[in-house]
């Protein structure tokens, strides 16, 4: 074994170190560190090959390093077919670096771990280090202050129109997660995708939590799957291997009292997660610890990502095959209703869950009421609300059409990966149409909107739909998402996010029967 680490650390020389490892962890990448280190690697590299999927909002090329063996430099090539394909995602906020550098170690460690290497035997990683590279050059030691380390400071967590990457999976207005979704997820179609993050909440006692995608609305067989099989054994390998103890990620409900609950974040797909388990994919996020030093947070997020590849390899056919599965339903029709509304509930068991407790106290100087963190880690036995169940349901036609005056939804669908036809031949159609009594909209604005909901009830109706009309089938892989797009009520999808602000403005102005102006088709009828 010290014979093997000797000559990990003599190989290591001949390969570039990541700005963390120069610094001795004091400083994060830049993003000239990161395209330097990348082409190092890659120049004279057996397994490594380099394309920019996209660019940034200010122009940088953003970089996707393909990790293959025999090298490989596209989804089309045959020698993908059989392999399980895993994406990478760093720095979607670049204030939270940890995923960067994991990154380009493991970009590294692939060249120096034999045993690490013999997974692209069965895999192909894909690597994003840098997403928000524009956010990543404004570091500064003022950005997020509060957590431990790097001394020299970290980047923003939004690009650079001030928009937040990890919001924008729904809309795509950020060309930094829009040449993500075309250029890398619709393209190599991967079957896990890891986010890394850095953790802004509960003083706890993990070094790194995690959570899957939430939305019920996801293949339900794939996400008990991670909860059940994937999450148990990597946090078993965790702390056995490692000594790092990891959980589900969330916060305390009460920090003064963490025995009322530990409560996860959101459903909507509009954060990656969320998204990518709409697609029948396997999901993860992983969020680093902020008061762990930066070292570890960073050697952390690595071994998670590396466990993770070693699990996935291993259960490459059933992650496989549970995928295809998933897939056959969305396209077979048998999925007749999903969720509209969704609320949040608790594990069928009680946790327990390490943390450290805040404590009031008034400072004699000032009297101001102030909080400090006991010092003491502590167990408690109490509940997680980590999941989310449907408490409201709604139809899934057989399609979804609406006029070619909206060719901004069609558009948008088609960056989504989702298939969208023009109707040719004239056809009637039962409908299931929504009456929109009101609309609300949000009185402050949210990544530049403000988010739109609409009331009201469904009537079915019979319709002639020609040729100017778009016909969207939901017998797709994607079909969670086009609900989620397309449903008048939807909580993140195109009403939400003012796709039909104009329509709306125009027709409810008029005080006449507002039909809303996407149609589900029930049943059809071709006319000769």
Known sequence: MLLLIISLMLQIGEFPKSRAELSNYTQTSTYSDVINFIDQVVKSSPIASVTMFGKSYEGRDLPLVILSDPKISSPEDKRVSDKIIILIIGNIHAGEVEGKEAILHIIRKFHLDENLKKLLDDAVVLTVPILNADGNEKISKSNRAHQNGPEGGVGVRENSQGLDLNRDFTKLETPEVRSLII?????????????????????????????????????SKVTNFVREELFPEITKRMWENYGYRIYYYGNFIDPLDPSKGWITFDHRPRFGTNYIGLMNRIAILSEAY???????????????????????????????????????????????????????????????????????????????????????????????????????????????????????????????????????????????????????????????????????????????????????????????????????????????????????????????????????????????
């Open 183 to 219: 250029n890398v997820i619709n393209r190599w179609l991967p079957h896990i995708v890891i986010d890394c993050h850095t953790t802004n909440g509960s003083y706890h006692g993990y070094v790194l939590t995690y959570a899957t995608g939430l939305n019920p609305n996801s293949n």
């Open 290 to 528: 902020a008061y762990a030093d930066f070292r570890t947070r960073i050697d952390a997020t690595e071994k998670f990502i590396e466990e993770i590849l070693r699990f996935a390899v291993k259960n490459r056919k059933k992650i496989m095959n549970l995928i295809k599965e998933a897939d056959e339903i969305s396209v077979s029709g048998e999925v007749d209703s999903l969720g509209i509304r969704f609320q949040v509930k608790e594990f069928d068991r009680l946790e327990k869950i390490y943390g450290y407790r805040l404590i009031e106290y008034v400072d004699t100087l000032t009297g101001e009421k102030k909080r400090r963190v006991n010092e003491k880690l502590e167990v408690f036995e109490t509940k997680n609300f980590g999941e989310f169940k449907i408490v409201e349901k709604r139809l899934v036609p057989l399609a979804y059409v609406f006029s070619t005056e909206f060719k901004n939804v069609a558009d948008k669908l088609l960056e989504h990966g989702i298939s969208v036809e023009r109707v040719k031949d004239k056809f009637r159609a039962i409908a299931e149409v929504f009456i929109i009594d009101s609309v609300k909209y949000s009185e402050r604005k949210f990544q530049g909107h403000n988010e739109a909901r609409l009331f009201g009830h469904y009537e079915d109706v019979e319709i002639e739909i020609d040729s100017g009309y778009y016909y969207v089938s939901v017998r797709q892989p994607k079909l969670n998402l086009i609900f989620y797009l397309l449903e008048p009520e939807s909580d993140d999808g195109f009403v939400n996010w003012n796709f039909f602000d104009e329509f709306l403005g125009r027709e409810i102005e008029d005080k006449r029967k507002v039909i809303f102006p996407v149609y589900k088709i029930k049943q059809m009828e071709v006319l000769k």
